[in-house]
């Protein structure tokens, strides 16, 4: 019986201590972000101190739907494509552009990630009729502009010639992948002294082609 009341006695005493140094912290924390000091203040303690002190500077992230900005910073001679009028306002919304729309159909309707060549190409080739089928009632700006902007976008992005299409693949994948190409890393072909190795048999015949191969080649 004695060792069960002495354990106690020494579990209330840990219960104690602990509650003091809730105090200390508490009011170190209060003196230090000029929280004043009133009745509620000792119950709001552990509240207080569990929640995180965000740092005074923290790095901005990137907003993607403001990068399209960017795009034609790097390609003046992109389309705009910005002269639909907004269904709010009645007015022309200068800000939904082309590049603005491109960018969210990628992210936010295929949900494909932003950082890879193959992955811009599999939504280049969408707009060219070659891979999914693009689907008018989900497509940017459906629902906000009077006149759904997917056919006119289709018939840009289709005019444009295979070096166009790698310019604004290569602007895309850095402006959201500044380190793609250290990433990357150099090729065999341009590596000094680099000696190309002589081509390997395979080892079986070649797979055969599937339905849209052809196509995608384009891109």
Known sequence: MGSVAGR????QWQRKGQAIAWVLIGLTLGLSLGIPLHRDFLETLPRATAQEVSPPQRRQRLDP???????????PDFPLENNYISTQTGEVDPDNTLAN???SYHLYVKNRLPMFRLDWKLTLADYLGVFEELDES???GNGLLQENPLAGDREILSQLNRQ?????IEVLVTLFNPNYYNIQG???GTTPGAT???PRTPAGPPPLPQSGDADLLRL
């Open 8 to 11: 106690r006695t020494m579990m």
């Open 65 to 75: 739907r403001q990068l399209w900005r960017q795009v034609y910073e790097r390609l």
């Open 196 to 198: 190309p190795s002589s």
């Open 164 to 168: 166009q299409r790698e310019e604004l």
């Open 138 to 140: 989900v497509y940017p």
């Open 186 to 188: 150099p090729t065999p």
């Open 101 to 103: 729309r491109l960018i």
